[in-house]
């Protein structure tokens, strides 16, 4: 939202160059994620003491802002979502946009809640099945590398 605002995302919609870097950058990083997913050894976590151990927020939130700007189909969506519903008439577009854009947070925000409801309900069914687990980030280390492949070999 915010590199809408200011103009940015209009850039890697207008220059093919600045596009294909995001695109291979954004695929690299994906089979980054799908390296280390494929790796991660199951949790053991319904024993005492063997918790995952929380990362600090900043990192989490850096991530997530990195996998969001490395993925031009985000960038490009964003340019063309938001600007439809922007009318010069009522104020600063730039301000108009980040409204725009912190609705879409809000709204996120809940469907995303919800799946962590769902997913903390099923848990414990999955917790305790090292078998589970792996397979579970197998299977996500392929959705990783087929994003990748769709992403590093998509048009604009």
């Known amino acids: 939202t915010l590199a809408v605002a200011l103009g940015l995302a209009a850039v890697f919609a207008a220059s093919a160059t600045a596009f294909a870097v995001l695109k291979f950058a954004g695929a690299a990083y994906l089979v980054y994620l799908a390296w280390g997913a494929w790796r991660a050894p199951p949790a053991a976590l319904g024993a005492p003491g063997s918790a995952v151990p929380a990362q600090p ?11 969001n700007l490395s993925n031009p189909k985000v960038v490009l969506f964003f340019l063309a979502l938001l600007p439809q519903f922007v009318q010069p008439g009522r104020g600063p577009v730039a301000l108009q946009l980040l409204w725009f854009g912190a ?19 099923l848990r414990a069914r999955l917790a ?7 397979g579970l ?4 280390a392929l959705v990783f590398v087929a994003l990748a492949v769709r ?5 604009r």
């Open 57 to 67: 927020w900043p990192r989490l939130l850096l991530r997530g802002v990195l996998m």
């Open 103 to 121: 609705l879409f947070i809000v709204a996120g925000s809940l469907v995303f809640g919800a799946v962590v409801l769902v997913a903390a309900a």
């Open 128 to 134: 305790g099945s090292a078998r589970v687990q792996r």
């Open 137 to 140: 980030n197998r299977a996500a």
């Open 151 to 155: 992403l590093a070999t998509a048009q």
